[in-house]
Nanobody, 125 residues
């Protein structure tokens, strides 16, 4: 089992940047496909980006392509999400998640077994 803790959220103006981190403890971090997801009030939890066990393959939602970058450091048991050119519609609680399921990038929340408690990102005009 793995425990996940997100950090780095906050309030930022439109056009600004934030870097989220997801620290993992427990079972070997490199065993997991990892992902970032977000949920705005009244909406379903959506995929933001996912990354393969080695970090060599990534998936991005169309809404964040070219603005967000997912990465991981298996030596530090940490995953990151660099968010640039933030928009008000990026406002949501952001969650990191881990999966042991077969596959490289697993682009949907249903594939993930373990979840952090989330970090709030608010983008103002």
């Amino acid at each position: 089992q793995v425990q996940l803790v997100e950090s780095g959220g906050g309030l930022v103006q439109a056009g600004g940047s934030l870097r989220l981190s997801c620290a993992a403890s427990g079972r070997t971090f490199s065993s997991y496909v990892m992902g970032w997801f977000r949920q705005a009030p009244g909406k379903e939890r959506d995929t933001v980006a996912t990354i393969s066990r080695s970090g060599g393959n990534t998936y991005y939602a169309n809404s964040v392509k070219g603005r967000f970058t997912i990465s991981r450091d298996n030596a530090k048991n940490t995953m990151y999400l660099q968010m640039n050119s933030l928009k008000p519609e990026d406002t949501a609680v952001y969650y990191c998640a881990a999966s042991l399921k077969a596959g490289s990038i697993l682009p949907a929340p249903v594939f993930y077994d373990y979840w952090g408690s989330g970090t709030q990102v608010t983008v103002s005009l």
